[in-house]
Nanobody
Framework: QVQLVESGGGLVQAGGSLRLSCAAS????????MGWFRQAPGKEREFVAA????????YVPDSVKGRFTISRDNAKNTVYLEMERVKLDDTADYYC????????????????WGQGTQITVSS
């Protein structure tokens, strides 16, 4: 069992930066691929980043490439999402999730989920 708790959300101006954190419980954090998803009102949950168990490999879709960076610190049981040059379209609830599958971009492939943290981008 892995419990995930996101933090770092809030209000940010367009063009600004933000870092989300996701703290995991348990001693098996390092054995999971970690991902970040977002969901805007009325839209489906969207994959935005994944990182391998060791952190050596990362993957972000073209929609956020060059602006979003995922990283992890296995000693701290934490995964991060750095967001730069944010846009109005980045407004959403952001979720971290854990899976054993690399590369998993579908929400259904993830076993554990956090409760989400909200990001609102203002103009």
């Amino acid at each position: 069992q892995v419990q995930l708790v996101e933090s770092g959300g809030g209000l940010v101006q367009a063009g600004g930066s933000l870092r989300l954190s996701c703290a995991a419980s348990g001693r098996t954090f390092g054995s999971y691929v970690m991902g970040w998803f977002r969901q805007a009102p009325g839209k489906e949950r969207e994959f935005v980043a994944a990182i391998s168990q060791s952190g050596a490999s990362t993957y972000v879709p073209d929609s956020v490439k060059g602006r979003f960076t995922i990283s992890r610190d296995n000693a701290k049981n934490t995964v991060y999402l750095e967001m730069e040059r944010v846009k109005l379209d980045d407004t959403a609830d952001y979720y971290c999730a854990a899976t054993r599958v690399w590369i998993a971009t579908m929400p259904s492939r993830y076993t554990y989920w956090g409760q989400g943290t909200q990001i609102t981008v203002s103009s």
